[in-house]
């Protein structure tokens, strides 16, 4: 059951819900309730590399603490994170809860919520809201500004409360896994970059040394082929000649053969003629 603003304001006043700080009341006329709602204001601002940076590197001379590294305004750029401690105190009764909602006018503007969420039945101390600047323009955040709004719902019956410990804000492990940026990316883009480049890069020049692989593969092997097969012409050459030779000096002694025998042909022809006395045997034997 989501709870009016007169029964709000009535567990406020009585130390409820939420306080000034762990033992002061809240002024109710610092607070704007509006049905079951309350909205919540900024306490301290975080810029989370700047805080790294200052308790990191001058700890050791400055022993900087996290509430020298708050800021009390702040412009977040686009893409960049910050992380709010809101400055109203919680005392959770145990019979009820609340829902972090970030406020309209937020989304507006380009700021994303991280960490929207429940705020449990017993729970003791202070939220944080953690915002990305998504938008275009640079986004304006002061102190005393309304940061996120609390949804308040009763319990049917009460519970055992909250078992972990009071929310004591911000605190430096927290800053330490934030990075300056939405996931990081003005120190991870010249390593994304680098990594795209050498990836193309990389093809690229593999794809040439394909190519030159090929060549200083293929061209020998040509160069070989063309030896080859002048080796093999020669050794054709070589069982040719013969041959042709053989050719030539048998085709010379046949004609030879023929010649002897058409001469002694001739002889035994004369012979006929003689004897038989005719005209053609005439011309045959006085050509
Ligand atoms: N933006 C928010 C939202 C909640 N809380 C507080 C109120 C919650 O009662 C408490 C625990 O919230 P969750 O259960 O959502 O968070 P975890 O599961 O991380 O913490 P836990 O292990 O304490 O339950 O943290 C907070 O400080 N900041």
């Keep these: 059951m989501l709870l009016s603003k007169k029964s709000l304001e009535t567990r406020i006043n009585s130390g409820e819900i939420l306080r000034k700080s762990r033992n002061i009341p809240l002024d ?14 900024v306490g301290r601002i975080f810029q989370p590399e ?10 050791v001379f400055h022993n900087y603490k996290i509430d020298d590294v708050a800021l009390e305004k702040h ?7 910050a992380l709010i401690e809101v400055k109203e105190y919680f005392a ?15 989304a507006k503007e380009g700021l994303l919520m991280t960490n929207p969420g429940h705020v449990d039945p017993g729970y003791r101390g202070l939220v944080t809201v953690c915002l990305v600047n998504m938008g275009r323009q640079e986004v304006h955040i002061a102190v005393d500004q309304v940061i996120t709004t609390l949804l308040l719902v009763g319990v049917d019956e ?3 409360g909250y078992a972990g410990s009071e929310g004591k804000g911000v605190h430096k ?12 990316l003005k120190s991870r883009l010249p390593g994304l970059i680098t990594e795209y480049i050498s990836h193309r890069v990389g093809a690229a020049l593999a794809l040439v040394g394909l190519v030159f692989a090929s060549y200083a593969l293929i061209l020998p092997e040509l160069g070989q082929y063309r030896i080859e097969s002048k080796k093999e012409e020669e050794i054709a050459q070589e069982l040719i000649e013969p041959l042709r030779e053989a050719m030539i000096t048998d085709y010379s002694k046949a004609s030879e053969n023929i010649q002897a025998q058409l001469d002694s042909l001739k002889k035994v022809l004369l012979k006929v003629c003689e004897n ?9 034997s006085n050509p």
């Design 28 to 41: 109710m006329s610092s607070i704007n309730l509006s049905g079951s709602s309350c909205d919540l204001t």
């Design 92 to 106: 959770m009764p145990r019979d009820m809860g609340g829902i972090l909602f970030p406020p309209n006018k937020l």
């Design 158 to 160: 009460p519970t055992d």
């Design 276 to 284: 038989s006395k005719t005209t053609e045997c005439k011309e045959l």
């Design 50 to 59: 700047n805080a790294k940076t200052i308790l990191n590197q001058f700890q």
């Design 75 to 81: 412009r977040i750029k686009p893409g960049e994170m």
């Design 173 to 184: 492990t927290q800053l330490q896994s934030l990075d300056v940026d939405f996931a990081g």
